[in-house]
């Protein structure tokens, strides 16, 4: 069966500390790959999307990155770690046009 | 570019009572449409989605939605809810573009359900 694993679930990080998130499929390969922040109040906001390994297109400008080294694995990071970033973080894949996503359990992210 | 409005951002309704959360979005193609529901500090999952055909779809667990096209809406209903209902719902339109489908979500609407 597909399953999508994130973690960790809940992260407290020093303001100017790095990131790591780490979110892997199974059951499936070449799955298009989402990272998606949920902050209180703004609804879902997409971060990055990935076609395949190696490809990342970022839809706003921000300070985390995200790589694709492997086709099932995404990961979101970041160098230096602001306020702002606070948030719950949502993992995705589709393998389609029309099947929606399937999420992950997330990450809640909170920067102190 | 796609976008969705989701009118009420609380809806509380008493156990057993019907409830209506409201969906509109935009788009200049053609689209795909579903609901999600998030129960607290939980991921989204897949409530219901419309992709062609019939314009009435239906969850499992006693939800539905129908699609209309002419009012670009989208809107969720029950018609006698449960305190496990309790959760935030969310809109989604979709679109595929260069190679992948997107998602935009509206800012969810949280249902309280109470005794």
């Known amino acids: 069966s597909q399953t999508i694993h994130q973690w960790p679930a809940t992260l407290v990080q020093p303001v100017g500390s790095p990131l790591s998130l780490e979110c892997t499929v199974e059951?499936?390969?070449?799955?298009?790959l989402y990272w998606y922040r949920q902050a209180a109040g703004r609804g879902l906001q997409l971060l990055f999307y990935?076609?395949?390994?190696?490809?990342i297109s970022s839809e706003v400008p921000q300070n985390l990155s995200a790589s694709r080294p492997q086709d099932r694995q995404f990961i979101l990071s970041s160098k230096k770690l602001l306020l702002s970033d606070s948030g719950f973080y949502l993992c995705?894949?589709?393998?389609?046009?029309?099947?929606?996503?399937?999420f992950g359990s997330g990450t809640r992210l909170t920067v102190v | 570019a796609q976008s969705v409005t989701q009118l009420d951002s609380q809806v509380p309704v008493f156990e057993e009572a019907p409830v209506e959360l409201r969906c509109n979005y935009s788009?200049?193609?053609?689209?795909?449409l579903f609901w999600y529901v998030q129960y607290p500090n939980q991921g989204l999952q897949l409530l219901l989605k419309?992709?062609?055909?019939?314009?009435l779809v239906e969850s499992i667990n006693g939800f539905e939605a129908e699609f209309n096209k002419s009012q670009t809406s989208f809107h969720l209903r029950k018609p006698s809810v449960h305190i496990s209902d309790t959760a935030e719902y969310f809109c989604?339109?979709?679109?595929?573009?260069?190679?992948?489908?997107?998602?935009?979500f509206g800012k969810g609407t949280k249902l309280t359900v109470n005794p």
């Open positions: 995705a894949w589709t393998t389609g046009e029309g099947y929606g996503y399937t």
């Open positions: 059951g499936t390969s070449n799955p298009n």
């Open positions: 990935s076609v395949g390994i190696g490809q």
């Open positions: 788009s200049s193609v053609s689209v795909y």
């Open positions: 419309y992709l062609s055909g019939s314009t």
């Open positions: 989604a339109v979709s679109a595929y573009q260069g190679g992948s489908e997107k998602l935009v």
